[in-house]
Every structure is written in structure tokens, then in C-alpha cells.
């Protein structure tokens, strides 16, 4: 049961342009999201978070929307540069039923490609 | 501040035989994932440890098993591999917070033939 889903395998936009990332989860425990960008060869690195009391958060070119009845989250990059070119994670966490703590539950990724 | 080192970085099995990643976190992290990345599955979540105590697992049979040492460096070991065990296992860390961020290692990746 796939309970954070990145409908989208794959996105190209050119340089200079507005990136969408969707995500969409099924869990309504999920209290906090997270976005990861990896590069081949290297693990995910942490870009921008979000949590479920806000509906927006930015930082710089990104921004990270929120609609919880919806239970829908996006990514936005603006101006999109060829050196984003990478797969962008969503990621979810939630408590652990009994714990403190967290435990992250991931998309599959969408590779996005930024053409010059 | 040095992140999180993962090794070995690349190695190659048989299946049938047993391997053993290491990962050592970030300086005064106590938290520990492992994560299995393969190919149109995302990064799924194998198991959470803090201060030596495995805390949560993920869907994985048993013969993927983990520890963690007192200095916080963790192990995870995989035996009998199997084909699909082919994948990039990802191990992170987490300081004292109370969200999910994690930092996140290179990677060792995994070759079964």
C-alpha cells in the first residue's frame, strides 16, 4: 500500500521556466513533508520542508505548497535551471503508533530534466 | 562537520552469500536508517535504530538484519542474497529533532549475480 505516490515518472521543462512536482498521500497521520533532490551517484539531499499547520513554505526558486484536504503537495521551482536536473523525492513522516519519533515514508521520485 | 560515510561504496555478490554495509553518521546523531533504493520503487524503509536499539522495521524478510554500536555507527547485514536484493541501500542519520529530516550517505551499492 503505497501511501505517499508521485504520480509522475518523469518531467521535462526548459530553462528559465516554472517545475511542478506533485505528491499525494493517503495517510492523514502524516504531520510533516519533506522534498529530497538526488543526483546519480549520490544519496538524497534534503531541499525544502513543510509542516501540515502551514500550506506554504519558500525558500528562494523553491516553494512547497500544501492542501491537506486534499492531501496534496507540490513542489514549485522558479526560475528552473539545468543544474536541477535530478530526482526530487516527496516524503512524509508520522509518529511511530507508541513512539516519539518519526519514520519517513517515501514516493517513488520524479526525474525532472531541465533543457538549456 | 563530516556527513554521513557509507561503506563500501560498491560491491559485487553471489547469490547465496552474505554482505555486511556500514554506515557511520553524522557526529552526535544517535539516529540511524537503512533504506533500500531500487529502480521504480523509491527509497523504502528497512529499519531505524537509536542508541543500539532497533526502534522500527519495515516490510523485509529476515534475512535483511541491522545493529547499531555504541558510537552510533550501524551496521546492516543481508543474507543469502537473492537477485533482487540488486540496489542501492542508503543509510541516514537524524539529530535531536522532532521532524523527519535525514542526511543522507552516498550509498553502498549492491550487485547480486
Known amino acids: 500500500d503505497q501511501q505517499v505516490k508521485q504520480n509522475s515518472p518523469s518531467l521535462s521543462v526548459q530553462e528559465g521556466r516554472i517545475s511542478i512536482l506533485n505528491c499525494d498521500y493517503t495517510?492523514?497521520?502524516?504531520?510533516?513533508f519533506l522534498w529530497y533532490k538526488k543526483y546519480p551517484a549520490e544519496g538524497p539531499t534534503f531541499l525544502i520542508s513543510?509542516?501540515?499547520?502551514?500550506d506554504k513554505n519558500e525558500d528562494g526558486r523553491f516553494t512547497v505548497f500544501l492542501n491537506k484536504s486534499a492531501k496534496h503537495l507540490s513542489l514549485h521551482i522558479v526560475p528552473s535551471q539545468p543544474g536541477d536536473s535530478a530526482v526530487y523525492f516527496c516524503a512524509a513522516s508520522a509518529k511511530y503508533s507508541g513512539g516519539s519519533n518519526y519514520k519517513l515514508t517515501f514516493g517513488k521520485g520524479t526525474l525532472l530534466t531541465v533543457n538549456p | 562537520k563530516a556527513g554521513v560515510t557509507q561503506t563500501p561504496r560498491y560491491l559485487i555478490k553471489t547469490r547465496g552469500q552474505q554482505v555486511t554495509l556500514s554506515c557511520s553518521p553524522i557526529s552526535g546523531h544517535r539516529s540511524v536508517s537503512w533504506y533500500q533504493q531500487t529502480p521504480g520503487q523509491g527509497l523504502q524503509f528497512l529499519f531505524e535504530?537509536?542508541?543500539?536499539?532497533?526502534?522500527n522495521k519495515g516490510n523485509f524478510p529476515g534475512r535483511f538484519s541491522g545493529r547499531q554500536f555504541s558510537n552510533s555507527r550501524s551496521e546492516m547485514n543481508v543474507s543469502t542474497l537473492e537477485l533482487g536484493d540488486s540496489a542501492l541501500y542508503l543509510c541516514?542519520?537524524?539529530?535531536?529533532?522532532?521532524?523527519?529530516?535525514?542526511?543522507f550517505g552516498e550509498g553502498s551499492r549492491l550487485t547480486v549475480l
Open positions: 535504530y537509536f542508541s543500539e536499539t532497533q526502534r
Open positions: 513543510i509542516s501540515s499547520i502551514k
Open positions: 541516514a542519520s537524524r539529530g535531536q529533532t522532532n521532524t523527519g529530516e535525514l542526511f
Open positions: 495517510n492523514s497521520m502524516f504531520d510533516y
